[in-house]
């Protein structure tokens, strides 16, 4: 093809137009955002939650102390075709797993879908499900690491609350016997999908920045959510409080995928910077020190923004991993004695 040609048949389409304008100018439109935010309803005793497998596999034995506890607060459980089952580190096969999500989106009986585990493959089927059953008759879809990709997806197009949380493979075996951390963090589970307000604070740290701030909550794991950027699943960050946990990486690493986040503008215009556990980080090689610390990466790449960050809240791979409603209001406030974040 002409390179002229192509040059000025791109610049004339509308997709071309908004692309190029949007890098070229000194300013940065983000894609546009969903405007309604709502939260699915809250449950009854006798509703149904669904268990399902949309990444890694886990044995039907191993959800039983989630199911006994769930049961417990007076709710029926459904568990999915793909809880048990396996293609090598997958709960089942990429169609297996798709259909076992669809199937419990679509039925009215089920209402909030508890992802078993973690660890990978939400990204391979996000594409294959359809949410239009789910956009009018909304349910609460229940996760953490991996459960990112739904997360993401389901607030960058519907603006649909979601609940960032502990899995079936975090519920300990006998629930009366756990540390009151453990405990604490699997009740606020039933409180946020009970409809409770949600309220969490977290302890003063140096490195925090002050301030106070409204907005959205969204976020998971970061590098989910870089893996996000360009795709179909992108989130919107631009007025929202996001937060960040990570788990297993270089420090390296964490500096490149927080580095892609503020490439990307998704830290340009946030209402809040809110960064969990950044645990099990690995040793740099001998030889090679990357030199900087979680704090300095982070507060590099947000040094030209105004609004309030903090450090170590309870949320990521860690025992203290709260249940945080993404998409509902919430207010952050960052002081000198500590940090809370009220819905």
């Known amino acids: ?18 692309t190029l304008s949007s890098f070229a100018s000194s300013g940065f439109s983000e894609l546009p955002d969903k405007p309604e935010h709502r939260l699915p309803p809250y449950l009854q005793p006798g509703d149904t939650i669904g268990i399902t497998c949309p990444a890694g596999y886990i044995k039907r034995e191993d959800i039983m102390p989630a199911i006994r506890l769930l049961e417990s607060w007076g709710f029926s459980v459904r568990i999915g075709k793909t809880v048990g089952a396996r293609d090598y580190t997958f709960g089942g096969t990429d ?24 660890g990978y493959g939400s990204a391979r089927i996000i594409d294959q499900i359809s949410f239009s ?5 909304p349910k609460w879809v229940i996760g953490f690491s991996d459960i990112t990709v739904l997360h993401c997806h ?4 519907f603006g649909i609350g979601t609940l960032h949380s502990k899995m079936c493979n975090s519920f300990p075996d006998d629930f009366s016997k756990a540390e009151p951390i453990v405990q ?27 301030g106070e701030a409204k907005g959205v909550l969204i976020g998971g794991n970061l590098s ?23 788990t297993g990486e270089y420090l390296y690493n964490l500096d ?28 740099d090689d001998p030889g090679e020190e990357f030199g900087r610390s979680v704090y300095d990466i982070v507060m590099e790449k947000v040094k030209d923004f105004k609004y309030p960050v903090c450090f170590n809240f309870p949320v990521g791979h860690q025992k203290n991993n709260y249940a945080l409603k993404c998409g509902a209001m919430h207010t952050l ?5 500590g940090t809370t974040l009220k819905e």
Not at 133 to 137: I, K, P, V, Y
Request: hydrophobic residues 40%.
């Open 1 to 18: 093809m002409n390179r002229k040609h192509f040059l000025s048949t791109l610049l004339t389409t509308s997709v071309g137009v908004t």
């Open 95 to 118: 169609a297996e797993r798709a259909a076992d999500l669809q199937s419990m989106l679509n039925d009215d009986r089920i209402k909030a879908i508890l992802c078993a585990r973690g």
């Open 133 to 137: 059953h789910f956009q009018h008759h």
């Open 154 to 157: 389901i607030n960058r197009h």
């Open 184 to 210: 604490d963090t699997i009740m606020s589970i039933y409180q946020a999908l009970t409809g409770k307000k949600m309220k969490y604070t977290a302890p003063a740290d140096i490195h925090n920045r002050r």
């Open 224 to 246: 989910i959510i870089q893996g996000m950027c360009g795709t179909n699943s992108e989130i919107v960050t631009t007025g929202k409080l996001l937060f960040l946990e990570e």
């Open 256 to 283: 490149r995928l927080m580095g892609t986040l503020h490439r990307a503008h998704k830290l340009d215009n946030l209402a809040g910077l809110i960064i969990g556990g950044f645990t099990k980080i690995k040793a």
């Open 333 to 337: 406030n960052v002081t000198t004695s």
